[in-house]
């Protein structure tokens, strides 16, 4: 079955970094395209970043925008999310997603305070 493993959250103070990782099986890695969700307390869940399954092309929410980086490793059927500039709006709960399939993973929490 269809598996993603979230992990690398925690809290950081604002304009800090972190970098999420998304572990998947059960299906071709390679072969889709993979996403990075978040969803804060007492909102919808929202697309936070989005790329092809080769790799070169990415897109990203306006709030994120020039802060965060998702890369993916297909040899290692893992996606990444790499965070800068964190703000306190950035608070969330973060899941992967994979193209064609509802499957989620438990998600990690990031919490940007000072």
């Known amino acids: 079955q269809v598996q993603l493993v979230e992990s690398g959250g925690g809290l950081v103070q604002p304009g800090g970094s972190l970098r999420l990782s998304c572990a998947a099986s059960?299906?071709?890695?390679?072969?889709?395209?993979m996403s990075w969700y978040r969803q804060a307390p007492g909102k919808e869940r929202e697309l936070v970043a989005g790329i092809r399954s080769g790799g070169s092309s990415t897109n990203y929410a306006d709030s994120v925008k020039g802060r965060f980086t998702i890369s993916r490793d297909n040899a290692k059927n893992t996606v990444y999310l790499q965070m800068n500039s964190l703000k306190p709006e950035d608070t969330a709960v973060y899941f992967c997603r994979a193209a064609s399939f509802s499957a989620w993973g438990q998600g990690t929490q990031v919490t940007v305070s000072s």
């Open positions: 059960g299906f071709i890695f390679s072969r889709y395209a």
